[in-house]
Antibody, heavy 118, light 106 residues
Framework: EVQLVQSGAEVKKPGESLKISCKGS????????IAWVRQMPGKGLEWMGVIYPGDSDTRYSPSFQGQVTLSVDKSNSIAFLQWGSLRASDTASYYCARREVFHGLDVWGQGTTVTVSS | DIQMTQSPSTLSASVGDRVTITCRAS??????LAWYQQKPGKAPKLLIY???TLESGVPSRFSGSGSGTEFTLTISSLQPDDFATYYCQQYNAYYTFGQGTKLEIK
């Protein structure tokens, strides 16, 4: 079964750093890009960026450029989303999704909820 | 950036109704358009890709149409499990989601 499994919920203080993960299984992880999507409480879906595990080529949405960093550990089939200094406005659910060229985002992780509060 | 606009934002309907959701792109995305269903607290689920192709396992009461800048998602006969929020997404130039349409029980 193709699946993406994300790390658990996080509660952090403003200014702290954070790295969340997304582990792929059931397919060749290196061959499919991983996209990250933010959903703020009660709001819609926002594309953050996409990374290709084969060569770590990364593209960011202009709205998130410089705010987050995407990376991968392809030997362990894990993608990461990280923040250097969290803000309260980073409170949201974050989803990873597999990018299939023709299908769009065809497999999604279960989501990681990040809460940033003093 | 390509903007995606869905209408309506909220739709009230009954079991058995036929409903249609519209999605408009600010510029042509050809047929690079997907539809997703999301239930509260859950990840989105891919329903339709390439504007009109049903993802494997998705019931045939769902259908999509359109190309260029205008697209529709139709549910032919609403079932209780269909009450959720629906998003369109273009993937012609990276990704942009519509703002969502919440389908509520009337």
């Amino acid at each position: 079964e193709v699946q993406l499994v994300q790390s658990g919920a996080e509660v952090k203080k403003p200014g702290e750093s954070l790295k969340i993960s997304c582990k792929g299984s059931g397919y060749n992880f290196t061959n499919y890009s991983i996209a990250w999507v933010r959903q703020m409480p009660g709001k819609g879906l926002e594309w953050m960026g996409v990374i290709y595990p084969g060569d770590s080529d990364t593209r960011y949405s202009p709205s998130f450029q410089g705010q987050v960093t995407l990376s991968v550990d392809k030997s362990n089939s894990i993608a990461f989303l990280q923040w250097g200094s969290l803000r309260a406005s980073d409170t949201a659910s974050y989803y990873c999704a597999r990018r299939e060229v023709f299908h769009g985002l065809d497999v999604w992780g279960q989501g990681t909820t990040v809460t940033v509060s003093s | 950036d390509i903007q995606m606009t869905q209408s309506p934002s909220t739709l009230s309907a009954s079991v058995g109704d036929r409903v249609t959701i519209t999605c408009r792109a600010s510029q042509s995305v050809s047929s690079w358009l997907a539809w997703y269903q999301q239930k509260p607290g859950k990840a989105p689920k891919l329903l339709i890709y390439r504007a009109s192709t049903l993802e494997s396992g998705v019931p045939s009461r769902f259908s999509g149409s359109g190309s260029g800048t205008e697209f529709t998602l139709t549910i032919s006969s609403l079932q209780p499990d269909d009450f959720a929020t629906y998003y369109c997404q273009q993937y012609n130039a990276y990704y942009t989601f519509g703002q969502g349409t919440k389908l509520e029980i009337k």
